[in-house]
């Protein structure tokens, strides 16, 4: 068990994601009654609904109050077609990821049955591999102008950011955390494109390369890396990389392993704060129709209570699900019958029953 009681503050947020929380909040719960972990839960209400009757998107005592009284947030999905230009979604979302320096996007890519992949050579090794983000600079840091809008010479600009503060950080947070389980370090870039930023990558990349000689690593275009994903993913251990290819690499990766209906992630800065979610956003054709898959939010929970050091109790969640996937307990999205709510009940009876 976890040392300690774990203070865990959850938003919900829009369409699909209250429906999806819920029910990882109620396998949390079990892992606690069967004494795997203390924790506490505390719902805040913001998303688009409290942005429309409020105006308020979240305040700076709401942000002070999550960041110095909870140890982590479990989060579900933010966008709302009621706020078109999801400035709710920004603030919550990103504005959390900014604010709090949640510097690293980890998304484990773990392949829980075979069948659940569109690869037809999914079964000859197992797939499990992680994608460590950069998740504060690149192209999402909104630097750029627009010139001559409306006009036939509209020029876009947006500008991608990289120092090396930022990269090396996250850089030597991959080989950190590869070395002590063997997993090669595989850099994505596209340095013979963009050789600026990219350059700047490779250079801080063989630097603290070079401070691991026991662990092994490589570099690869992402465009190569790409395709070799659905190719042979199995041969990835851990891949590093800028935030906009992250962004597109971890979806890639999630429909490898299943769909994200079964993609938990993490936003962190370890040892100091993170945002646990799942990564399939908010859904608003399917909410309320019992279709969605909260799969993914319970393993979020899981890597959230496995970062905190409450192994047993992430084992458990994680059990759970891999038990429903084999006895084939499953929403439509991976080919079953079950609704949200059977699949849910289902996950919490395992986890309160203790079995392995």
Not at 142 to 154: C, I, L, M, S, Y
Not at 253 to 262: H, S, T
Not at 267 to 295: C, F, Q, W
Request: hydrophobic residues 45%; contains cysteine.
């Amino acid at each position: 068990m976890a040392s300690g009681r774990l203070r865990i503050a959850v938003i919900g947020g829009d369409g699909i994601g209250p429906e999806v929380t819920r029910h990882a909040c109620r396998a949390l719960r079990a892992a606690a009654s069967a004494g795997l972990v203390e924790l506490e839960l505390t719902d805040f209400p913001h998303g688009a609904d409290h942005y429309l009757a409020t105006g308020e998107t979240m305040s700076q005592s709401t942000f002070e109050t999550l960041r110095d009284d909870f140890d982590a947030i479990l989060f579900g999905a933010v966008g709302d077609p009621r706020v078109p230009d999801g400035r709710h979604a920004r603030d919550l979302l990103l504005g959390l990821r900014v604010r709090l320096d949640l510097f690293l996007n980890r998304r484990p890519l773990r392949l829980r049955a075979p069948g659940l992949s569109p690869l037809k050579s999914a079964d000859a090794a197992p797939i499990d591999f992680e994608i460590f983000r950069e998740n504060t600079e690149g192209l999402y840091v909104g630097v750029g102008r627009v010139e001559k809008e409306g006009t036939p010479e509209e020029v876009a600009v947006s500008e991608s950011v990289a120092s090396r503060f930022a990269v090396e950080r996250i850089v030597r947070l991959a080989f950190e955390y590869a070395g002590p389980l063997g997993l090669r370090v595989t850099l994505a870039d596209k340095a013979n494109a963009v050789p600026h930023m990219f350059g700047l990558w490779r250079r801080v990349f063989s630097e603290v390369a070079s401070e691991y000689p026991g662990v092994e690593s490589e570099m690869r275009y992402v465009d190569a890396l790409a395709m070799e994903m659905i190719r042979v993913p199995a041969r990835f251990g851990v891949i590093v990389t800028s935030n906009l290819l992250g962004d597109i690499l971890s979806d890639l990766g999630a429909e490898v392993v299943g769909g994200p209906g079964l993609a938990p992630s993490a936003n962190v800065n370890p040892g100091l704060h993170g945002l646990y979610e799942p990564v399939h956003g908010s859904a608003p054709d399917i909410v309320g129709t019992g279709r969605a898959n909260p799969m993914a939010a319970v393993l979020s929970a899981a890597l959230l209570l496995r970062d905190h050091g409450a192994a047993e109790a992430a084992d458990a969640l994680e059990g759970a699900v891999d038990a429903a996937l084999a006895q084939g307990v499953r929403t439509p999205d991976i080919g079953g019958g079950a609704s949200t709510s059977e699949v849910g009940d289902w996950l919490v009876r395992r986890v309160a029953s203790g079995a392995a």
